[in-house]
């Protein structure tokens, strides 16, 4: 019972350090990218921005859950 | 990092944690957390309109998480979700409105404050003693085999305010319909849309998603399990959310970088939180929500009293 929960926690940490360095990528890449981009299409289309707004957060989560869900499949499989 | 939307520098690694937190939460109990971005925002500096509108569109995307991994674990009615959807968006119009109305009287603040403490304090108290009632009663019951049962049966909790939910669901105002993933043989339609009008209208009046009076709503009114509750007000909260999101990006009160940067915190919390509900019963879930409400009156009562708003 002990060697599982410490497994699953083994686990966990290697999934949030992989992770984190991803969003950090993520951060400097796409964000600084679409940064103009999206403050323009803020000051000038507001309804389209609205409607890109909520495209890009919906697929960031399904984007990010799917990542997430693959990186902790991948790490159990390794530590089975 | 600089957010040339909303004019702001904010840290991303405190973005990501606090979407982390709230994530968890949302996960956990199925309420958006904006008793806690909102003031978490403010905090770095974010004006007050961009953190209510930035903050509904990260409610979005932690709502998507949490109600997909609810849905694999069979905890979303996507029936009664989209039925509350419609609800909702009404009564966060109503609410709104009433919002507008006392802005022009100029008294906005005040009555919105005074409201707000005995519905977060009353719906504390009221859980409190539900829930701690019913794991008294739980103590002398056998545990039923999860086996035997069916998946709705299977997340089926007792409640001490059992006997009026059953009057409730007794009430077969046409139409009256059937929730066969919730465990809910007929029930009014009228009764569905009257809990999804008051949550959006608390909703449009008090900010946020108000997932904390719809959840205890749907357990207590409607009675829907627990873990179905939390599931499907995920759900709902993903369409009224979304509703949300697009009518303050056109008046220009969010700033989706700073949303998307929040987000990435939140899917690692909303997994923990979901994962989390699989190891507590019913009522275990109803008390720890008790303090939630809490923390929404204590932050009410902060700003009455320095003057200052979170």
Known sequence: MKQDAAKSLRVFAAELAIYAVLVTAYFFLVLHVLGGWLYQLETKHRILYAVVAILLIAGQAVALDAVTTVLFRFLRRRWR | MFFPISNSHINPLYLAIVGFVIGILGGFFGVGGSFIAGPALRLMGVDWNYAVGTDLAHIVGKSIVAARKHRTLGNVDLKLGMIMALGTIGG??????LIQALKHAGNV?????????PVYVGISMFMLWESHTTLKLNKGRPRKTVSNAKAAESKADHSAFEPITKKIQRMKIWP???????GIKEISLWTILAVALVGGFFSGFLGGGAGYIRMPSMVYVLGIPTHLAVGTDLFEIVISASYGTFTHAIKGNVDILIALVMHTGAVIGAQIGVVATQYFAGPKIRLAFVPLPLIGAAIVVYTLVTGHKL
């Open chain 2, 109 to 117: 603040n005040i009555v919105v404050s005074w409201v707000a403490i």
């Open chain 2, 92 to 97: 966060a119009e109503g609410g709104a409105q």
């Open chain 2, 176 to 182: 009256v319909i059937s929730l066969p993933t919730s």
